[in-house]
């Protein structure tokens, strides 16, 4: 089985400086691992994802993520905030085997950016 | 091109009864999904159709909840004898069969169960 836990539930950031969302997950197999982003009152939007290339994937918005084996780990960064980034982000593991197809979702956190 | 869409987009109803919930893929997308967002619970996966394959169900919480898929497009979630932790926003998503870890997600329903 496969899962992925996202370490903080609330991340503030003053706009112009850096962001850090931090994601763990666990597979059995190497994995496939995204990033989802929710904005207020929208729906769910692909904003980048891993699928065992490149150890670091850029996104969409300027964010990116390096997917580290050792340390079981896909963190989502971006060099300066902006105010339009306020949202809900999820990292997700995409299933294989019985469960392909199957994305399962963190617990989310929800990014502030401050003026 | 059109996206995800979802009816209707709010839904409050009583306890005990049955609601349906329907979702329109994407044209030419061959999987469909449907997902629970409720406090507490995160998202939370509940069943997968690929083409005319037999869905996924696993992920549905109780016998309650059923799906069916018509004519490979269109798919309605019903939910039967209603109960309060059935509020959520039920969310759908649709994707191409090769690229199912791109999938592209409805803007929900969100049910309120009083």
């Known amino acids: 089985a496969q899962s992925v836990t996202q370490l903080d539930s609330h991340v503030s950031v003053s706009e112009g400086t850096p962001v850090l969302l931090r994601c763990n997950y666990s597979?059995?197999?190497?994995?496939?691992l995204f990033w989802y982003v929710q904005h207020p009152n929208k729906g769910l939007q692909l904003l980048l994802k891993?699928?065992?290339?490149?150890?670091l994937v850029k996104g969409i918005n300027g964010f990116e993520a390096e997917f580290k084996k050792s340390e079981t780990s896909f963190h989502l960064t971006k060099p300066s905030a902006h105010m339009s980034d306020a949202a809900e982000y999820f990292c997700v593991v995409l299933g294989g085997g019985t469960s392909y197809g199957k994305l399962t979702f963190g617990q989310g956190t929800i990014l502030t950016v401050h003026p | 091109g059109a996206g995800v869409s979802q009816s209707p987009s709010n839904k409050v109803t009583e306890k005990g009864k049955d609601v349906e919930l329907r979702c329109d893929p994407i044209?030419?997308?061959?999987?469909l999904y449907w997902y629970r967002q409720s406090l507490g619970q995160g998202l939370e996966f509940l069943i997968y159709f690929q083409g005319n394959s037999a869905p996924d169900k696993s992920g549905l919480p109780s016998d309650r909840f059923s799906a069916e898929r018509t004519g490979g497009s269109v798919s309605t979630l019903t939910i039967q004898r209603t109960q309060q932790e059935d509020s959520a926003v039920y969310l759908c998503a649709s994707s191409t069969r090769d690229r199912t870890y791109e999938q592209y997600f409805g803007p929900g329903t969100r049910l309120t169960v009083t």
């Open positions: 597979s059995s197999y190497s994995p496939s």
């Open positions: 891993y699928t065992s290339a490149a150890t």
């Open positions: 044209s030419g997308h061959t999987a």
